[in-house]
């Protein structure tokens, strides 16, 4: 079981918008910084977000992240084909000392 | 350009060991942490260690604790991760990824994967 709590997939159609939450505690998203990460098929992880809500030089800024409280939340506008990816969110657990991950959201693009 | 390079394919019987290797290059290798992460079919990422290779500071996950080892060449910007008394649940992908250690714990670029297969 993962120690952040993702929806396993999630689906929309080209164009539109779909919203990818990351639900944790307070000794993880609750005082730490979250980033994103999109692994397309068959490739590594990617970095897509870092503290919580900046991009990487070359991330067009259809993506967006924001955190509340002890959830995060992945925006992506614009859907397009090639956004068809895993997402996976990942943050520090003080309590742990360790980095941990959300089980990862398949995104669909109908 | 920022690259990590990791070993290629490994098939290894249960109760083996496997070293998967990560070389760096295009930037100061002790400059960033390394990271070790892994990925079994279908699942999602699972954290495993790291070393500072400034240092070979090492630390591990608790899951990971007295089967994995972590270390580094800095005469060949290389680090390794070495997993022992495999089973078949450690099929999987394994990630090296660096992290800057005065930001706030993003890994930045990421190796290509390194697929090992526990198999009788």
């Known amino acids: 079981q993962s120690v952040l709590t993702q929806p396993p997939s999630v689906s929309a159609a080209p164009g539109q918008k779909v919203t990818i939450s990351c639900s944790g505690s307070?000794?993880?998203?609750?005082?730490?910084?979250v980033s994103w990460y999109q692994q397309l098929p068959g490739t590594a992880p990617k970095l897509l977000i870092y503290?919580?809500?900046k991009r990487p030089s070359g991330i067009p800024d259809r993506f967006s992240g924001s955190k509340s409280g002890t959830s995060a939340t992945l925006d992506i506008t614009g859907l397009q084909t090639g956004d068809e990816a895993d997402y996976h969110c990942?943050?520090?657990?003080?309590?742990?000392?360790?980095?941990?991950f959300g089980g990862g959201t398949k995104l669909t693009v109908l | 350009q920022v690259q990590l390079v990791q070993s290629g394919a490994e098939v290894k019987e249960p109760g083996a060991s496997v070293k998967v290797s990560c070389k760096a290059s295009?930037?100061?290798?002790?400059?960033?942490?390394i990271y070790w992460v892994r990925q079994a079919p279908g699942q999602g990422l699972e954290y495993m260690g790291r070393?500072?290779?400034?240092?070979?500071?090492?630390d591990y996950a608790q899951k990971f604790q007295g089967r994995v080892t972590i270390t580094r060449d800095t005469s060949i910007s290389t680090a390794y991760m070495e997993l022992s008394r495999l089973r078949s649940d450690d099929t999987a992908v394994y990630y090296c990824?660096?992290?800057?250690?005065?930001?706030?714990?993003?890994?930045?670029?990421w190796g290509q994967g390194s697929l090992v297969i526990v198999s009788s």
């Open positions: 295009g930037y100061t290798f002790t400059a960033y942490y």
């Open positions: 990942k943050t520090r657990d003080s309590s742990l000392s360790a980095v941990v």
């Open positions: 070393i500072n290779p400034n240092g070979g500071g090492t």
């Open positions: 503290d919580n809500n």
């Open positions: 307070s000794s993880n998203i609750g005082i730490n910084y």
């Open positions: 990824a660096r992290m800057w250690p005065k930001g706030n714990f993003y890994f930045d670029k």
